[in-house]
């Protein structure tokens, strides 16, 4: 056998299978975009007992009917195992909450229905245990004749022995029985005979047909997931089966969630499937819990703090490392300088590559932290909370409490801020969400930031709040544009959002940190290629052209100084003169590029190695820089934001809307803010 | 002995409370994700938490806990169970 086992993983979201899939494949697994969309595939390598499995974490559902993007993605693989056989996997882990097996249930029987071979994995069992409950195992793989049931526990890497024991079991030697499950009573099947006998011609065994025709009559979403072209012949016999069925039932409309939840009733009533050795219902931790951290004034007051200590902790901890970073790179620049001869190599070794990479790696510390605190929230199942407090607020502006955790991704990067919008399952919200996202200050603006203020103030207080007066620019500004948005954009709402609180856990270190540094690396990768490039084109055109004799000229006669001074008359009512220009052309790219800018702009200006915050106090007063901080707020400068946006939304029309609104917004902010600054006697 | 009270809107529901979830109002959008949930007409929950007036509330369904807001909240019509 050449071809490595396919295993596929799926649950509900919170069923804590990313955590599963964490633990048994480590570092080692590869995250890519599924064609064509922004939503990541997990692909991950497994050894056990020196076998080699290949496993793929799917995006969580609830059911096999897609609600929004990424599970329509998940849908319609699912629908592939059916109809095109050979796509399906060899076998299926469905990760199961223990906590909450009922509704977990839901979707694992109807992946048995599938038909490929599944293991279920009753994860958190430890928690049901604390509890005084439990799951009768065995009773449960006999009566819904799945291939094997374990109990596992994603915390630690020991609570999945059993799993991968049941794994490589299964693949030692592989059963032909098929866990094959029928909820459907004859009357109803009579009833979507002609459907069955449609989805059983494109390839299904009759129990997927099944499964299929009824998930179809009960909701027209259903339809999504199948081909353009086959769309309007399952929807004409859909409705002679809809007729058929509405005379033995009352309604077709969640058909299919009433007679599987009911089925599942019926199954536990039955067998004591689920142990309960309380006399009592007890409260839960996270429903004690609950009554504090989702309270209107209480817990409002706690997510305000907790925002307040993550920012807090993204300067205070990140500016000892970006020190150190920066101090590192000076010296490799040195060493460099030493080692290699004098000349134009050199200089663009040490002006052009070393200058670009030290823009990249001075964001990895901030990166890493606001990555990591952001993962914690989400993890701990904080996040959600924060949603629901934020949800009557975020209403207002037309979005959703969904929104919170992009747009508050956004503060470190718009990208990945971008990408997480892909589980807002409202259209008109997500693209609200993503249309103001880049108005929050992303990390990128940071140095520009802090450059800018501290070359031009010195009082410790006054700093912060200029810092806070340029975060809370953006954000105020966000809100406006999202409200003037949701009037505007024809798109059409959908007011019935609903959300999943999870259980509180307790975040897993390894997962925070695999989550931070695959996201960490990908900025790194992605945005520094950019930036390195830039930073290359910038070295020559800011080295040429040369005199007769080969000597470098002053910058205002190279290239770059050319292109700045031509720009010069546009940007002067805002204050700028033609070095600003040069930065703002090369942040167009990417912002953080402008500190390395302005530093080659005088590192190569100047002989002598003055600091760049002197050279820049020397050359501009407060109101320009605080007109340059405005300008970096509201300016759409960042290419891969564009790239991304055009991804998402899959065209053009909405990332050419974002850059033109951000622009003119940039542009009017800061002129009004230099001029009206000149006219009051600030200059 | 359980007994049940008439049907009224989620909405107006008591913090606390328990309730048998009755019928939902066919105008409600995005049935498929209720339905998945366990919001179906038959199934029990309880209102753990309520933001404002207006605003969303928390409901523990099926061991899950769910957010809904109060318009949707207006459409599904439960009875109160209330032991005496």
Known sequence: ?683 | MKNKKKKIALSKLNTESIATIENISNDLKNKTRFSEMGIIPGKSLKLIQRYSIHGPICIKIMGSTIMIRKETADQIFVSEIYDE
């Not at chain 1, 559902?61 to 693989?77: A, F, Q, R, T």
């Not at chain 1, 592989?174 to 069955?196: A, F, G, H, M, V």
């Open chain 1, 1 to 683: 056998m050449s071809k490595k086992p396919t295993i596929a993983l799926i649950g509900n979201p919170n069923s804590g299978k990313t955590a599963v899939f964490n633990q048994l494949t480590g570092l080692a697994q590869k995250v890519s975009n599924y064609p064509g969309v922004t939503v990541e595939k997990h692909v991950g390598k497994i050894k056990i007992s020196g076998k080699d499995y290949n496993i793929t974490d799917y995006p969580g559902i609830y059911g096999i009917v897609p609600n929004s993007l990424d599970e329509k993605i998940v849908c319609e693989e699912i629908l592939n195992w059916c109809t095109k056989k050979d796509s399906s996997p060899d076998l299926i882990v469905c990760v199961l909450d223990a906590n909450n097996i009922s509704r977990n249930l839901y979707l694992a029987t109807q992946i048995l229905e599938i038909g490929i071979p599944t293991i279920f994995a009753l994860n958190m069992i430890d928690l049901l245990q604390e509890s005084n409950k439990n799951i009768d195992v065995s009773l449960l793989k006999e009566k819904l004749n799945v291939h094997d049931v374990v109990t596992c526990c994603a915390l630690n890497s020991k609570g999945l022995i059993d799993l991968t024991q049941s794994i490589s079991q299964f693949f030692n030697n592989p059963s032909k029985n098929r866990s094959e499950i029928s909820i459907l009573d004859e009357k109803t099947k009579l009833s979507i005979k002609e459907l069955t006998n449609l989805l059983q011609k494109k390839g299904m065994s009759e129990n997927q047909s099944q499964l299929y025709a009824i998930n179809i009559v009960s909701n027209s979403n259903s339809l999504e997931i199948f081909e353009n072209s086959e769309r309007s012949k399952i929807k004409e016999i859909a409705n002679n089966s809809i007729l058929k069925l509405e005379e033995i039932h009352s309604s077709t409309k969640s058909l299919n969630s009433i007679i599987r939840y009911q089925w599942l009733e019926k199954l536990f009533d039955k067998y004591k499937i689920l142990i309960n050795l309380n006399k009592t219902t007890k409260k839960s931790f996270t429903e004690k819990l609950d009554k504090y951290l989702t309270h209107p004034i209480l817990g409002t007051g706690i997510f305000l703090s907790l925002l307040f200590t993550i920012f807090w902790a993204l300067f205070r901890f990140s500016e000892y490392p970006m020190n150190l970073v920066d101090s590192m790179m000076g010296a490799l620049k040195k060493t460099v300088a030493q080692i290699m001869p004098d000349g134009l190599l050199e200089d663009l070794m040490v002006n052009g590559i070393l200058e670009g990479i030290g823009g990249i790696v001075i964001f990895i510390p901030q990166i890493l932290i606001l990555m990591l605190s952001l993962k914690f929230l989400e993890d701990s199942g904080y996040m959600a909370r924060a949603s629901f407090l934020m949800d009557r607020f975020m209403s207002k502006i037309g979005l959703n409490g969904g929104s919170v955790l992009p747009l508050m991704s956004g503060y470190a990067c718009a990208i990945p801020g971008i990408m997480a919008t892909r589980t807002i399952d409202d259209w008109k919200e997500r693209l609200i969400t993503i249309l103001i996202l880049p108005l929050t200050s992303c990390t990128a603006r940071l140095p520009v930031y802090v450059i800018m203020i501290t070359a031009f103030v010195d009082e410790p207080v006054n700093q912060t709040l200029l810092f806070m007066l340029m975060y809370l620019l953006g954000t105020i500004t966000a809100i406006i544009v999202a409200k003037i948005l949701s009037i505007f954009l024809k798109e059409k709402a959908n007011p019935s959002f609903i959300m999943e609180l999870p259980s509180y856990k307790k975040p897993i270190l390894k997962t925070l940190l695999i989550d931070a540094y695959s996201k960490t690396k990908s900025f790194v990768v992605d945005a520094g290629k950019i930036i390195f490039a830039i930073s290359i084109v910038l070295w020559v055109l800011a080295s040429f052209p040369k005199d007769v004799n080969g000597n470098d000229l002053p910058i205002k006669d190279s290239y770059v100084g050319f292109i700045g001074q031509t720009i010069e008359p546009i940007i002067e009512p805002m204050g700028f003169d033609w070095k600003i220009g040069i930065g703002l052309i090369t942040s167009f790219a990417a912002r953080e590029t402008f500190v390395s800018t302005m530093s080659t702009i005088y590192g190569i200006d100047e002989e002598d190695e003055k600091g760049l915050k002197e050279n820049l106090s020397e050359d501009y007063s407060l109101l320009i820089s605080i007109s340059i901080m405005v300008f970096y707020v509201y300016a759409a400068q960042c290419m891969s934001t564009f790239a991304i946006v055009k991804k998402e939304t899959n065209t053009w029309k909405w990332a050419i809307v974002m850059i033109i609104y951000m622009t003119l917004l940039a542009y009017i902010g800061s002129t009004l803010v230099f001029q009206i600054g000149s006219s009051m006697g600030y200059t």
